[in-house]
């Protein structure tokens, strides 16, 4: 499975372009509006797909991701809906990588070792889980390791150079460079900025480089790419998606159309962010 994502950043970097990263929260607004959405993903221009697994306490993340959250839980998702997604999706793709992304405590409660083995079952690639530092990674990374599925760590503007190497010690997959300090779904950080630290990043791993939160257009997304091995949004394609909601928060005809249309943009934008760079 870590060979999957391997080999979509080696496929990516002969086309020389970095990647899109699309986020979506498993189970928004309902779980078979949500699949029929992770499997339109790859072919509206996503090469790797996070899915979110929901958590009735989301710390770090902004009010529409929070929103996202609650409407699933009100629809009955769980972490074992997640991860029958995740097998659903892969019926019918077998080449696009899977991040399962979230907090630690549905994991804990569900039972590393059995979470694990249906994780694996399922075809994830990898985990972000937001709230279990590298000092804990004999919690839950080092068993997903073992397992054959990376464990991808988040790196920040606060992160300096005494941290991260910690932070990047048994980090694989991809490391995700949170382009700016507080919640998600913040403004567009400083692209000039992002440059210098996925530079210095770098200079510590030979691992792909991808930035998130606060990209919402295929400008941005361009901006961003200049520089990364990855665009990584997620609020934008959550807010598109709640747009398009009915007043008890019900898909709609427009519910997948409205996430695919931006997520092509989007990916306009990064498939010509390496030729606007060297312009």
Not at 81 to 108: C, E, H, W
Not at 153 to 180: E, H, I
Not at 217 to 241: C, M, P, R, Y
């Amino acid at each position: 499975m870590t060979a999957r994502m391997d080999q979509c950043f080696a496929a990516l970097a002969q086309e020389g372009r970095p990647a899109l990263v699309t986020y979506f929260m498993g189970g928004d607004p309902d779980y078979d509006t949500s699949l029929t959405l992770m499997k339109a993903l790859p072919d509206a221009g996503a090469d790797i797909i996070e899915l979110g697994m929901c958590f009735s306490d989301p710390m770090a993340d902004g009010p529409a991701i929070q929103a996202a959250g609650l409407r699933a839980l009100k629809k009955g998702q769980t972490l074992v809906k997640t991860l029958q997604m995740a097998r659903d999706f892969r019926q019918g793709n077998s080449d696009t990588p899977i991040v399962m992304m979230g907090y630690y405590n549905p994991i804990y409660v569900y039972g590393v070792e059995r979470f694990l083995q249906d994780a694996v079952a399922a075809g994830i690639d990898g985990l972000i889980v937001v709230d279990l530092p590298p000092e804990m990674d004999d919690e839950l990374c080092i068993p997903a390791l073992e397992k054959g599925i990376s464990f991808i760590r988040l790196a920040t503007p606060t992160t300096d150079d005494k941290r991260l190497p910690k932070v990047l010690q048994n980090t694989s997959g991809f490391v995700y460079y949170v382009s700016m300090t507080g919640i998600t779904g913040s403004a567009l950080p400083d692209t000039d900025k992002v440059g210098a630290a996925v530079s210095r990043i770098k200079a510590h791993t030979d691992l792909p480089i991808c930035v998130g939160f606060g990209v919402k257009t295929k400008e941005h997304a361009q901006a961003i790419g200049a520089s990364a091995d990855g665009v990584v949004v997620g609020t934008a394609l959550v807010n598109a998606l709640a747009a398009s909601l009915d007043g008890n928060d019900g898909a709609t005809r427009d519910t997948v159309a409205n996430v695919c249309d931006l997520v092509r943009s989007l990916a306009s934008g990064v498939r010509s962010a390496r030729l606007a760079a060297a312009e």
